[in-house]
């Protein structure tokens, strides 16, 4: 165990006498303490608003007695104590509650804090709103960037459908070159001279995924009688007009 310090307050206060025990001289500084607590509470000079509280709960839990005023009255009127009040007996039995008034703040403070706290939670469940609104309107945007390019995947694909059965049926007619460049397929390998010259040729049409489509399946019909949806090359152009639905894919479903 630690030594204990001989000249703190806690040695001075303890009872030093021979042969008491430590748990007893503790036991009597609690005691002591306690009843020094009790005679500082009781000697303690009460303030004005702890005094005024006192009379008034006081009065306030004592019944009226004939030296009010008003209750003296309505006994006159013929009024009994514990009855309710009203000619029929449908009124209040208490009297009214008195409310104290314990804070500093004016009139009106707690009702302007009930509207204040009114306006927080609606700007809140607004705020929820918006957000649940933009939340929304984002899921929405991203279903139709999807579809969209679901549907320009689609229309690739048809593309190159296109271009492959161009390349295919202009060959069948001896025809070496494209009537346009983007009309056929480009070889996957091929050797490259100048790769700039590509890019400058790629970027040299301005024409969207599906106007090279209507272009090219517009040419297929009229120039070898050949619907991309059918998949069918027909005799002539009276052929392919009594016979092929239409030109584009949503004729033909």
Request: net charge negative; hydrophobic share 25%.
């Amino acid at each position: 165990d630690e030594e204990e310090d001989y000249m703190s307050d806690l040695f001075i206060k303890q009872d030093v006498r021979p042969g008491l025990p430590m748990v007893r001289r503790m036991k009597e500084a609690i005691q002591k303490e306690e009843r020094q607590k009790e005679a500082n509470e009781k000697n303690r000079q009460k303030s004005i608003k702890e005094e005024e509280k006192e009379r008034r709960d006081l009065v306030l839990k004592s019944a009226l007695g004939n030296e009010n005023k008003g209750f003296a009255l309505l006994q006159k009127m013929g009024y009994k104590s514990g009855q309710a009040l009203g000619k029929s007996g449908e009124g209040i039995v208490e009297p009214i509650p008195l409310n104290i008034k314990t804070g500093r703040s004016g009139l009106g403070h707690e009702e302007l804090k009930k509207r204040k706290a009114e306006e927080k939670l609606e700007s809140y469940r607004q705020k929820l709103h918006m957000k649940k609104q933009a939340n929304e309107q984002a899921a929405d945007q991203f279903r139709i960037r999807f579809k969209n390019k679901q549907e320009e995947r689609k229309m690739e694909g048809d593309l190159q459908k296109s271009q492959r059965a161009c390349q295919q049926l202009d060959m069948q007619k001896d025809i070496d070159v494209p009537k346009e460049t983007w009309y056929w397929l480009e070889p996957e390998e091929e050797d490259k001279k100048d790769e700039e010259d590509k890019e400058d040729e790629c970027t040299s049409s301005d024409l969207s995924v599906s106007e090279k489509l209507h272009i090219l399946t517009a040419y297929l019909r009229e120039e070898h009688f050949y619907c991309i949806w059918c998949g069918t090359t027909y005799e002539d152009s009276e052929d392919l007009s009594s016979n092929c639905p239409g030109d584009s894919a949503a004729d033909h479903d």
